[in-house]
């Protein structure tokens, strides 16, 4: 059988979710307030005069004198994934205070990030007239962010690039806000889409320059911030407008700036590495437990199946459980899994597949199928040996199918190897077709490792960098941050080198975020805590030239 792996923006796209923004959500839905307006604006508030409008020449943003301007500070994200159980959410998370404070600790810009569903009612626009009218007392730019676009819910479902009708709504959108905004220069400009993650890139920048075309119908005005798609060795692609700022998002080293973090998959994210120092950044498939036994008969009724002694190889760190079939087998499934090793029982996580997966309610969590050929796996609830569910592997055949728990670098299903170990899986199989074969058995992993220091964090920008230059446009990272659970002082020394980085390089950025439920997170402020190290740090980054508008 061949090698078989999950690799990086696989992950990313599946779970990034959330992560990428979603946080821990509190137990009890808050009571529905009226959001037709915020609580601390009343109509006929005072604002400055609109500002000139921010125009791209070459790698720079230039207001209408010419002079440049850097798009610095924060993401505010209006705890975008609680609005559907709370209306009120998005009211809840700043008021014109927060913005006057990041009008003192130097912010020249803030991304605001929306919700498509804020604009079923009158809070989509409510929300902006209120952070327009706060921002230009204060002298901050806005980027208005679409940050879940119709029909998800949250980021990364996907379900846009399959439904034409979503598509259309999705720009009608962006239609109707630019039409609405196109004379308020304190905008900076739009972020067409947070996070964009298609089947194939070219759906993307298909839809990209739709929007920027349906934009540019109603307003002419604005910068438009174009992100690269979430695929593996993708870049960018040019638009053909020439007020374009493109954007991507940077939270390497993932280990440390999302340790702890527990929505990003079924498992918490390791939070052993530090910064600077060696984090871990893959676990790649070394090799399978040849020597487990084997079932090639077919079994009238579930049956209890023991792997036998499982010897693994001496140069392995990890090893993660699996059932696994191959040839003509039918239909098989497996359930109520157990390991030993040395003899002493381990922790399986979801061993009777009861659990449904944080990130997809129709997977299991913590099991990811994998297949050579076409066999198929499926989180069955046709029969179980307990409870409702079993997993299914379906298929003819040469090939093979597996599920397994290794995923990324999420390690804690898998199972530390040291040398001299002995495992052994155990569990119920029920295979009424099979005359292929059917095991119980692990799979091997070794674990990637990189040095992460300054000279790192700045390698990994280098190749949207060097597109910039190449292509003379100016660059904005959207998101980065990390993780308050990151161990010592990881978070604060990562933090200051990447905006170092960053600024060394004439990037336009924004932490995320500006506020958090709760400890651990990545916000600026947990509630109404305030994370004061990082907040010195991110001053020290917008010290320099008043850049504000």
Same mark, same amino acid.
């Given at each position: 059988m061949k090698p078989y792996s999950f690799s990086l923006f696989t992950f990313v796209i599946i779970f990034l979710s959330a992560f990428f923004g979603t946080q821990t959500l509190p137990a009890l839905a808050a009571p529905i307030l009226d959001t037709s307006l915020p609580p601390t604006l009343t109509p006929g508030s005072s604002v400055f005069d609109a500002l000139a409008f921010l125009h791209v020449q070459g790698q720079e943003i230039l207001d209408a004198s010419g002079q440049v301007v850097y798009l610095r500070g924060v993401n505010m994200d209006t705890y975008y994934y609680s609005h559907r159980w709370n209306p009120a959410a998005p009211w809840e998370y700043a008021s014109q205070e927060d913005i006057q404070y990041l009008e003192r600790l130097g912010v020249t810009a803030i991304r605001l990030g929306l919700h498509w569903r804020y604009f079923d009612s009158a =809070?989509?626009?409510?929300? #902006?007239?209120?952070? =327009?009218?706060?921002?230009?007392?204060?002298? #901050?730019?806005? #980027? =208005?962010?679409m940050h879940v676009v119709p029909p998800e819910e949250d980021i990364l479902e996907s379900r846009i690039w399959n439904d034409p009708s979503a598509q259309e709504k999705f720009l009608d959108l962006w239609v109707d806000i630019a039409g609405r905004y196109a004379n308020r220069a304190i905008i900076a400009g739009y972020d067409l889409y947070n996070e964009p993650a298609p089947p194939d890139a070219a759906q993307w920048w298909r839809l990209a320059k739709r929007a920027v075309a349906a934009i540019r119908g109603v307003d002419a005005n604005h910068l438009l911030f174009v992100e690269t798609p979430l695929i593996e060795n993708v870049?960018?692609?040019? #638009?053909p407008d020439p007020n374009v700022v493109y954007s991507f998002h940077d939270y390497s080293p993932f280990a440390v700036t999302h340790a702890g973090a527990s929505w990003v998959g079924d498992s918490l994210v390791p939070d052993d590495y530090s910064y600077p120092g060696t984090a871990l950044v893959d676990v790649e498939w070394v090799e399978w437990a040849s020597d487990a036994a084997e079932l090639t008969a077919q079994t009238e009724d579930w049956s209890y199946w023991d792997s036998g002694d499982l010897t693994p190889p001496s140069d392995v760190e990890f090893a993660a459980l699996v059932p696994l079939a191959w040839g003509d087998v039918g239909e098989v499934w497996f359930d109520d899994l157990e390991l030993l090793r040395n003899g002493a029982p381990q922790k399986v996580f979801n061993p009777g597949m009861e659990e449904a997966s944080v990130g997809d309610e129709s997977r299991p969590a913590n099991w990811y199928f994998w297949s050579d050929s076409g066999f198929s796996g499926e989180w069955s609830s046709d029969t179980a040996f307990s409870g409702s569910y079993s997993l299914k592997i379906s298929g003819q055949g040469d090939g093979f199918g597996v599920w397994g728990q290794n995923n990324w670098i999420l390690t804690a299903p898998l199972f530390p190897v040291q040398v001299g170990d002995i495992f052994r899986v155990r569990g119920w199989?029920?295979?009424?077709q099979n005359k292929g074969g059917v095991s119980l058995g692990l799979d091997y992993l070794d674990v990637v490792y990189e040095e992460?220091?300054?000279?790192?964090l700045l390698a990994d920008m280098q190749p949207y960098i060097d597109w910039a230059i190449a292509n003379d446009v100016p660059l904005f990272v959207g998101e980065f941050g990390a993780m308050s659970a990151a161990p010592g002082d990881s978070r604060y020394n990562l933090a200051a080198d990447k905006i170092?980085?960053?600024n060394e390089a004439g990037l336009h950025w924004a932490l995320w975020t500006y506020r958090d439920w709760s400890a651990p997170g990545l916000g600026l402020y947990h509630q109404d805590d305030l994370d004061e190290r990082l907040a010195s740090i991110l001053r020290i980054g917008l010290e320099g030239e008043d850049q504000r508008p």
């Open positions: =809070l989509g626009y409510n929300l #902006i007239d209120a952070y =327009l009218d706060w921002c230009e007392q204060a002298g #901050i730019y806005v #980027i =208005l962010d870049t960018f692609e040019l #638009i199989i029920y295979a009424p992460y220091d300054r000279a790192h170092s980085v960053m």
